[in-house]
């Protein structure tokens, strides 16, 4: 069964930074791109960071220079390093692993995600 575990959110200052990590099991991890998602408090989910294994990365538009995505495929993981960060950051954190270049997630069944805030 697919298990996708993230952690690291916390409450960061305008400006700092945090380390999100992301635990994965059940699947071949090489096999699949892997992505971060977050969702705001009355929004829907957005793509934030994408990685190809061995290709490249993608960033939307509001975290590009801020946020970096890296994996390890050793160890099953995907971590979320962010800098300079907003109030609008704010959000639940989620990981899946990505289909293509549609930024879609694949597995239907998310983690229970990590929570970051922001302070003005």
């Known amino acids: 069964q697919v298990q996708l575990v993230e952690s690291g959110g916390g409450l960061a200052q305008a400006g700092g930074s945090l380390r999100l990590s992301c635990a994965t099991s059940?699947?071949?991890?090489?096999?699949?791109?892997m992505g971060w998602f977050r969702q705001a408090p009355g929004k829907e989910r957005e793509s934030v960071a994408v990685s190809w294994n061995g290709v490249g990365t993608y960033y939307a538009d509001a975290v590009k220079g801020r946020f970096t995505i890296s994996r390890d495929n050793a160890k099953n993981t995907v971590d979320l390093t962010m800098n300079s960060l907003k109030p609008e950051d704010t959000a639940i954190y989620y990981c899946?692993?990505?289909?293509?270049?549609?930024?879609?997630?694949?597995?239907?069944?998310w983690g229970q995600g990590t929570q970051v805030i922001v302070s003005s």
């Open positions: 899946n692993a990505v289909r293509g270049a549609s930024l879609r997630a694949v597995f239907g069944s």
């Open positions: 059940g699947f071949t991890f090489t096999n699949y791109a």
